[in-house]
């Protein structure tokens, strides 16, 4: 009971009613107001309808680029396993030649006993060629000489048949005498 007729210490709660309240605004300012609402509600629709054919582009795009992700989904691993049938290609192809330089080193060691049996056969060509000229001129010589020989003979067969002749006169003229 201590409390009765008395104020309360805090503030009040809820707002003070004093006698009309705010006064209503003029008509033309609601007019005003109310047509910058409504240019408001139209500038926010357009942006809206740019907003939502913005996003039915973008869903679009999406849809294409998922498409897009999916196709090449389906194609990487097709080129993936192009690629690796193409490196086991390769590698292969690699071995086989490896094999073939190997089986091949024996027929490079062929080749460089051949290449310096093939060297010394053509300077041996080249010495019997030269000593086949030096043979070439002697046989010319020697025939050029054979020939002079031959003429030597003929000029002795006739110098003996002369020789002949004369001891045959000369006896001839001994019994004579």
Do not use: C, W
């Not at 009040?12 to 009309?20: K, T």
């Not at 998922?66 to 690629?83: F, M, S, T, Y």
């Amino acid at each position: 009971m201590s409390g009765r007729n008395r104020m309360p210490r805090g503030p009040r709660e809820g707002p003070i009613h004093r006698a009309h309240g705010p006064l209503a605004p003029h008509p033309a300012a609601l007019e005003e107001e109310l047509e910058l609402q409504h240019r408001d509600i139209q500038r926010i629709m357009a942006e809206n309808g740019h907003v939502v054919e913005e996003n039915v582009s973008l869903q679009r795009e999406l849809t294409a680029v998922k498409d897009e992700i999916h196709r090449l989904g389906q194609i990487i691993p097709k080129l993936n396993a192009e690629k690796d049938a193409r490196a086991r290609d390769l590698i292969d192809r690699g071995m086989k030649l490896e094999a073939e330089l190997r089986d091949a080193e024996p027929l490079m060691a062929d080749v460089g006993q051949l290449r310096s049996e093939f060297q010394k056969l053509t300077s041996l060509r080249q010495d019997l060629s030269s000593q086949i000229q030096g043979l070439t001129k002697d046989t010319s010589r020697l025939k050029a000489e054979n020939e002079q020989v031959v003429g030597l003979k003929s000029d002795i067969d006739r110098m003996r048949k002369d020789l002949v002749d004369m001891r045959r006169d000369y006896e001839m003229m001994k019994q004579n005498k």
